[in-house]
């Protein structure tokens, strides 16, 4: 069994700062991409930032030049530094992983529950 928990959410005035972080826990053998999603009420969901196994970055325009996404793969930990943040970056933000169990096993895909952000004007 394999849980990803998310933390570091929360209310911030516009101009300020929150660092996510999305722990994974269990039987794990390996993680490949991690990806940070966010979903205001009423939009879809968004896909704002990912890191692959060797840490290679993409960001959606959106976020660009503000967010940054990093891994520690000895904690098995993702995180999120968001700068500069605006009322329209608030969401749920969720991560979800590509994690191999065993080595013999293929990756699978697992989610967070997310946590709130809310930036206020």
Known sequence: QVHLVES???LVQAGGSLRLSCA???TIFSIDTINWHRQAPGKPR???AAITSDSTTNYADS???RFTISRDNAKNTVYLQMNSLKPEDTGVYCCNAAIRQYY???SQGYWGQGTQVTVSS
């Open 8 to 10: 570091g959410g929360g």
């Open 24 to 26: 994974a826990s269990g």
């Open 46 to 48: 968004e896909l704002v």
């Open 63 to 65: 976020v660009k030049g």
């Open 104 to 106: 013999y096993h293929p």
